[in-house]
């Protein structure tokens, strides 16, 4: 079939989907109309049809011309798919749409609909609302990420608040933003105005951020869709730690930071970790009672969260991840090229191995920082190799550190256990094995090059020195 064949075909299928919708009461929006979602729809935003080989759609409108909703949606979308690698192409666009003969409402409601479909295509992707923020942060200017807010959450209106997973709903509340605009009247125009933008810059920050949504990679989807999930039956999903265990956790830790002796604040850093896994222990035990006769594998809150790091040296820092994880009874995959490991544990582990990882990334940084530039002895510079090795000593060692509290909460636990720790924690090692099973199929082991023994031993001693809080390095 050719392609003006196909092109047909395709603008028919959509007038028929607009007039069945319009016939059925189908919802609005002010991104977009009608809200259709299904696999035809999302069908329509094809990078093959749209990329650098269709610009020729692209075109000066001549005087006097009305462009149709297809021929919008295809020079919207070409813009989007280039925009990336050539700015010029979404800035004509732009120009062209704003012009004087063109419906300012008709371009806005296109433009919005691609706009849910792209953020929609984004989450089946793989990819979450903290996901969407970390890369927007590496990839957009700040106007562009405040678009990209706005879209996000007025997608979400889309789904009964009963379908969004709860860890999804805390990742839209971190975004922060609010559903400030009419539903009656087009977002785009609405965010133009609240932002004293012209017309013009306004369509090119909308082109920009649905290029952002289409041209991501696929990842591996670790939660469940808005729309697709249900009410959970089980044991209600806590999002924290509790209150008064972070609280004596921060009172030992502040000490720890305080103090200027490092056996001291190893002493007490060691003691907050020991309260932290044996918060996670009772917690297993309480869950292992309410379940009756213990944890059945696949049943309880096993899950997986992201966390983001910084370039450079990611291959380091993600070996910190990686054994406060391994402290924490989880498990991890790397994504270097992309910046983020992913934790496979339970819901209490997870939280307690992102709290105390943000802690320890922060003063490795800044342990690593204050010894400044290196220089080797032929005079040539040797930082990066330095703060390498640095980083990889300073995890080696605090993953010592963590085992050695683990060893001591645990015997502790055990022992006014009766005996029903480890089944307890054999349940929940298969658990977890049977979610990482699931979610990573394939996996292969990896290692991280040391080849500066100053920066093997400065990060020994940093990570002597660390202190193993939660949150109080935070905002001290």
């Given at each position: 079939?050719?392609?003006?064949?196909?092109?047909?075909?395709?603008?028919?299928?959509?007038?028929?989907?607009?007039?069945?919708?319009?016939?059925?009461?189908?919802?609005?929006?002010?991104?977009?109309?009608?809200l259709?979602?299904?696999?035809?729809?999302?069908?329509?935003l094809r990078?093959?049809e749209?990329?650098?080989?269709?610009?020729?759609?692209?075109?000066?409108?001549?005087?006097?011309?009305?462009?149709?909703?297809?021929?919008?949606?295809?020079?919207?979308?070409?813009?989007a798919?280039?925009?990336?690698?050539?700015?010029?192409?979404?800035?004509?666009?732009?120009?062209?749409?704003?012009?004087?003969?063109?419906?300012?409402?008709?371009?806005?409601?296109?433009?919005?609909?691609?706009?849910?479909?792209?953020?929609?295509?984004?989450?089946?992707?793989g990819?979450?609302?903290?996901?969407?923020?970390?890369?927007?942060?590496?990839?957009?200017?700040?106007?562009?990420?405040?678009?990209?807010?706005?879209?996000?959450?007025?997608?979400?209106?889309?789904?009964a608040?009963?379908?969004i997973?709860?860890?999804?709903?805390?990742?839209?509340?971190?975004?922060?933003?609010?559903?400030?605009?009419?539903?009656?009247?087009?977002?785009?125009?609405?965010?133009?105005?609240?932002?004293?933008?012209?017309r013009?810059?306004?369509?090119?920050?909308?082109?920009?951020?649905?290029?952002?949504?289409l041209?991501?990679?696929?990842?591996?989807?670790?939660?469940?869709?808005p729309?697709?999930?249900?009410?959970?039956?089980?044991?209600?999903?806590?999002?924290?730690?509790?209150?008064?265990?972070?609280?004596?956790?921060r009172?030992?830790?502040?000490?720890?930071?305080?103090?200027?002796?490092?056996?001291?604040?190893?002493?007490?850093?060691?003691?907050?970790?020991?309260?932290?896994?044996?918060f996670?222990?009772?917690?297993?035990?309480?869950?292992?009672?309410?379940?009756?006769a213990?944890?059945?594998?696949?049943?309880?809150?096993?899950?997986?969260?992201?966390?983001?790091?910084?370039?450079?040296?990611?291959s380091?820092?993600?070996?910190?991840?990686?054994?406060?994880?391994?402290?924490?009874?989880?498990?991890?995959?790397?994504?270097?090229?992309?910046?983020?490991?992913?934790?496979?544990?339970?819901?209490?582990?997870?939280?307690?191995?992102?709290?105390?990882?943000?802690?320890?990334?922060?003063?490795?940084?800044?342990?690593?920082?204050?010894h400044?530039?290196?220089?080797?002895?032929?005079?040539?510079s040797?930082?990066?190799?330095?703060?390498?090795?640095?980083?990889?000593?300073?995890?080696?060692?605090?993953?010592?550190?963590?085992?050695?509290?683990?060893?001591?909460?645990?015997?502790?636990?055990?022992?006014?256990?009766?005996?029903?720790?480890?089944?307890?924690?054999?349940?929940?090692?298969?658990?977890?094995?049977?979610?990482f099973?699931?979610?990573?199929?394939?996996?292969?082991?990896?290692?991280?090059?040391?080849?500066?023994?100053?920066?093997?031993?400065?990060?020994?001693?940093?990570?002597?020195?660390?202190?193993?809080?939660?949150?109080?390095?935070?905002?001290?």
């Amino acid at each position: 079939m050719g392609r003006n064949s196909r092109d047909r075909r395709a603008a028919k299928q959509r007038a028929r989907r607009r007039r069945s919708g319009r016939a059925s009461g189908e919802g609005t929006s002010p991104f977009g109309d009608p809200l259709c979602d299904c696999p035809h729809c999302r069908a329509d935003l094809r990078p093959d049809e749209f990329g650098a080989a269709g610009l020729g759609s692209v075109r000066a409108m001549s005087p006097g011309a009305t462009p149709t909703p297809e021929e919008i949606e295809r020079w919207v979308l070409a813009a989007a798919y280039s925009g990336r690698d050539n700015a010029e192409i979404s800035r004509r666009v732009a120009t062209d749409l704003a012009a004087p003969g063109v419906e300012a409402r008709l371009v806005d409601t296109v433009i919005g609909s691609c706009l849910l479909r792209g953020v929609r295509g984004m989450w089946e992707g793989g990819w979450q609302p903290r996901d969407a923020a970390e890369l927007a942060s590496r990839r957009l200017d700040p106007l562009q990420r405040d678009y990209l807010t706005d879209v996000i959450l007025g997608e979400t209106q889309r789904y009964a608040e009963s379908t969004i997973d709860p860890r999804w709903r805390a990742q839209l509340d971190e975004l922060g933003g609010s559903l400030w605009w009419r539903s009656d009247q087009p977002h785009l125009d609405q965010w133009r105005t609240r932002q004293g933008r012209d017309r013009s810059t306004a369509l090119q920050t909308a082109m920009t951020v649905l290029g952002f949504c289409l041209t991501l990679p696929r990842t591996t989807k670790i939660l469940p869709l808005p729309g697709e999930a249900s009410v959970r039956s089980e044991r209600p999903w806590r999002g924290d730690v509790d209150d008064k265990v972070l609280a004596r956790i921060r009172a030992l830790l502040a000490k720890a930071e305080s103090t200027e002796f490092p056996d001291e604040a190893e002493a007490l850093s060691s003691k907050a970790q020991e309260l932290m896994t044996k918060f996670s222990l009772d917690r297993a035990l309480l869950d292992a009672d309410v379940d009756g006769a213990g944890r059945t594998p696949g049943t309880g809150s096993a899950s997986a969260r992201r966390i983001w790091l910084d370039a450079p040296y990611v291959s380091a820092k993600s070996l910190l991840v990686h054994v406060v994880a391994t402290a924490n009874r989880s498990r991890t995959v790397v994504e270097d090229k992309t910046g983020y490991v992913t934790v496979v544990g339970e819901e209490v582990d997870l939280e307690l191995v992102e709290i105390l990882t943000t802690s320890l990334l922060l003063q490795a940084n800044r342990a690593m920082l204050a010894h400044g530039s290196q220089v080797s002895r032929f005079g040539r510079s040797s930082t990066r190799s330095w703060r390498q090795s640095f980083l990889v000593s300073y995890s080696s060692r605090i993953g010592e550190r963590l085992n050695e509290a683990n060893a001591a909460s645990q015997a502790t636990v055990d022992a006014g256990s009766s005996g029903r720790l480890l089944p307890v924690l054999a349940a929940r090692e298969q658990e977890v094995e049977a979610l990482f099973g699931e979610l990573f199929p394939r996996t292969r082991a990896r290692s991280v090059s040391v080849s500066n023994a100053a920066g093997w031993a400065a990060g020994k001693v940093a990570a002597d020195l660390a202190s193993l809080d939660g949150r109080s390095s935070l905002t001290g």
